[in-house]
């Protein structure tokens, strides 16, 4: 199963999504408790559009653990699961299942498990348009989250609070939240450092055009380093509405 998986992976970082799952698939049969085997899997499942296939994926795991002892493990899952609904738009599924992960991370005690549900599920508020619990989520995420491993939901809390603030016309708090997103991305060579480029970009539009359009050069390279079309498409936009204006 172990070699099965790196082949899969490889074959994900290439974008060959079709042929990596057939892999991962086959991997999956032989290894069907593997964290890291069904992480894949579900990645690729995403990058298909087949969120349904990843949410099955999520809750068959979720039936081989044990709650005394996997704990952790089963809040991830609910997690993920609320995820995966957030993805797809149904926002009242993402946070029943974030509800079931925050429960038990509560009960846990663990601080890593609690932070990660509170950074994650802060996205999921922000899409409600409930910007005080939303600001209130993303807070507590990152006060847990910070010096801990969970650095993909520290981002994802910086980037909530930096777009909230964005929203509300405060340009200082929503850029430094995007350089807070963007630094933790570029200490753990995260493959979302596109991302935080364009929100670093967007929150210097109206400050710096400068400044904008070298971090939105920045993700140019990165985006197309990664051949990713669409995300690439999205900055030129930014872009060229920067020199729409002037």
């Given amino acids: 199963a172990g070699a099965l998986y790196k082949q899969a992976s490889a074959l994900y970082f290439n974008r060959e999504y079709e042929k990596a799952l057939q892999i991962a698939r086959e991997a999956y049969q032989k290894e069907s408790t593997s964290d890291k085997i069904i992480g894949l899997l579900c990645l690729i499942y995403e990058n298909l559009g087949r969120f349904d296939d990843a949410i099955a994926t999520h ?81 507590k995420g990152v006060e847990l989250c910070k010096d801990t491993s969970k650095v993909y939901s520290l981002v994802n809390a910086y980037q909530v609070l930096s777009n909230i603030y964005s929203s509300q016309n405060n340009k200082e708090k929503a850029l430094e939240y995007a350089q807070l997103s963007l630094k933790v991305d570029e200490e753990s060579g995260s493959i979302r450092l596109g991302r935080s480029y364009v929100l670093v970009g967007s929150s210097y539009k109206d400050i710096d055009i400068v400044k904008s359009l070298e971090y939105f050069n920045k993700a140019v390279a990165f985006f197309e380093k990664h051949n990713d079309l669409q995300a690439l498409g999205n900055v030129y936009h930014e872009i060229g509405s920067i020199y729409e204006k002037t």
């Fill in 59 to 139: 809750l068959d795991y979720i039936k081989n653990l044990n709650k005394g002892e996997d704990v952790i493990k089963i809040i991830d899952q609910y997690s993920l699961v609320g995820d995966e609904y957030y993805h797809t738009g149904r926002l009242d599924k993402s946070k029943e299942y974030y509800d079931r992960a925050l429960l038990l991370a509560k009960e846990s005690g663990n601080r890593e498990s609690l932070g990660q549900v509170y950074a994650d599920y802060s996205m999921v508020w922000a899409a409600l348009n409930q910007d005080d619990k939303a600001i209130e989520f993303a807070t």
